[in-house]
T-cell receptor, first 109, second 118 residues
Framework: GESVGLHLPTLSVQEGDNSIINCAYSNSASDYFIWYKQESGKGPQFIIDIRSNMDKRQGQRVTVLLNKTVKHLSLQIAATQPGDSAVYFCAEGSYKLIFGSGTRLLVRP | DTEVTQTPKHLVMGMTNKKSLKCEQHMGHRAMYWYKQKAKKPPELMFVYSYEKLSINESVPSRFSPECPNSSLLNLHLHALQPEDSALYLC?????????????????FGEGSRLTVL
């Protein structure tokens, strides 16, 4: 069998539905938080960021929510499209950017 | 030009070889980064250069040697690597050091150099 840790958590959603990807971060001193999208064979691509003094920020079809009390970050994607299929990483930083574990998003047609 | 270009895209080397990975950006960014990414894992920070000076070394083994010849170029020299060093090596750049004034961490990544050490 395969070992734990070789599988990415996977979120499967129907095209057109909303997606919510969650992330727990570790450093309560981090100043900013970012979501990156990584498609197969490509480098990570910046999606949206949020400063630690905010709890919500909206972009085009995406919203990031920050809950500092429980050190939780989420990315909401509205009307998910096939092109949204990728691995999504949260990242946190103060003077350096550290990536958290990823979630694979699969969009069913 | 909003690209970070990495060469080569693929590299196979023996444990006794010496090779280099190259990275180039023409966005006028003054911070450049090397990350290492294993399959199904997040990118791990290796080195950060700010204004062509090494700013962060994340306790990377000396068989990896970074070099920043000028503000547009970043190299990673490889020598006496081990098979466990096989990974995707990602270069990134940002306007200024991530976390510094005016920058919240938007890094521009290249597509990576996939390294296999035999």
């Amino acid at each position: 069998g395969e070992s734990v840790g070789l599988h990415l958590p996977t979120l499967s959603v129907q095209e057109g539905d909303n997606s919510i990807i969650n992330c727990a971060y570790s450093n309560s001193a981090s100043d900013y938080f970012i979501w990156y999208k990584q498609e197969s064979g490509k480098g990570p691509q910046f999606i949206i960021d949020i400063r630690s003094n905010m709890d919500k920020r909206q972009g085009q079809r995406v919203t990031v929510l920050l809950n500092k009390t429980v050190k939780h970050l989420s990315l909401q994607i509205a009307a998910t499209q096939p092109g949204d299929s990728a691995v999504y990483f949260c990242a946190e930083g103060s003077y350096k950017l550290i990536f958290g574990s990823g979630t694979r998003l699969l969009v069913r047609p | 030009d909003t690209e970070v270009t990495q060469t080569p895209k693929h590299l196979v080397m023996g444990m006794t070889n010496k090779k280099s990975l190259k990275c180039e950006q023409h966005m006028g960014h003054r911070a450049m980064y090397w990350y290492k990414q294993k399959a199904k894992k997040p990118p791990e920070l290796m080195f950060v250069y700010s204004y062509e000076k090494l700013s962060i070394n994340e306790s990377v083994p000396s068989r990896f040697s970074p070099e920043c010849p000028n503000s547009s170029l970043l190299n990673l020299h490889l020598h006496a690597l081990q098979p466990e060093d096989s990974a995707l090596y990602l270069c990134a750049s940002s306007q200024v050091l991530a976390g510094g004034p005016g920058n919240t961490g938007e890094l521009f990544f290249g597509e990576g150099s996939r390294l296999t050490v035999l």
